[in-house]
T-cell receptor, first 112, second 114 residues
């Protein structure tokens, strides 16, 4: 069956460290993979997009990697801050559908 | 100035009632969506419209009927509400359908059915 899995447990890290979140998928052939941030009581906000032929994408303190062999994307936040605390969602779009399918999300908590 | 706005933010109602949620986007996007986020925070697509035309209609009960009067608006009407309909419903829009256009979400409507 098709699945997109993210760490279900919350990730707790200390301020200043690098947070690494994983997104694994099975039985999909994604054309694109996107990452979103969701704060409590708010809608998801788009952060980064990576195409299947790209290995890595960066934006300020954020970095996304995409390994189609491992069927995995990693999302890194360097020099993390308490303000980075939120739930992070990965989402993928396949070639044969128009649907953006979301993972289950990982809650990140950065403590001072 | 809000890009995607949906009303109401909270909706508490009894089983069997009919209710509507409204959504408007001022981004000039062609495509609009309804997503449902359950208690486990799983976000699942329900419908999408491209320029007022229904594109995606997931396995959603017939009690849910979307309506798009123009490409800036997508409303969701729910008939005969059930306890299991309790969730947060998100409206979203994107520039186009089926490509890498990121989604812009509203802040959700928390529906509670008692």
């Amino acid at each position: 069956s098709q699945k997109i899995e993210q760490n279900s447990e919350a990730l707790n890290i200390q301020e200043g460290k690098t947070a690494t979140l994983t997104c694994n998928y099975t039985n999909y052939s994604p054309a694109y993979l996107q990452w979103y941030r969701q704060d409590p009581g708010r809608g998801p906000v788009f952060l980064l997009l990576i195409r299947e032929n790209e290995k890595e994408k960066r934006k300020e303190r954020l970095k996304v990697t995409f390994d189609t062999t491992l069927k995995q994307s990693l999302f890194h936040i360097t020099a993390s801050q308490p303000a980075d605390s939120a739930t992070y969602l990965c989402a993928l779009l396949t070639y044969n559908t128009d649907k953006l399918i979301f993972g289950t999300g990982t809650r990140l908590q950065v403590f001072p | 100035d809000t890009a995607v706005s949906q009303t109401p933010k909270y909706l508490v109602t009894q089983m069997g009632n009919d209710k509507s949620i409204k959504c408007e986007q001022n981004l000039g996007h062609d495509t609009m969506y309804w997503y449902k986020q359950d208690s486990k925070k799983f976000l699942k697509i329900m419908f999408s419209y491209n320029n007022k035309e229904l594109i995606i209609n997931e396995t959603v009960p017939n009690r849910f009927s979307p309506k798009s009067p123009d490409k800036a608006h997508l409303n969701l009407h729910i008939n005969s509400l059930e306890l299991g309909d309790s969730a947060v419903y998100f409206c979203a829009s994107s520039l186009r359908t089926g490509d890498n256009s990121p989604l812009h979400f509203g802040n959700g409507t928390r529906l509670t059915v008692t």
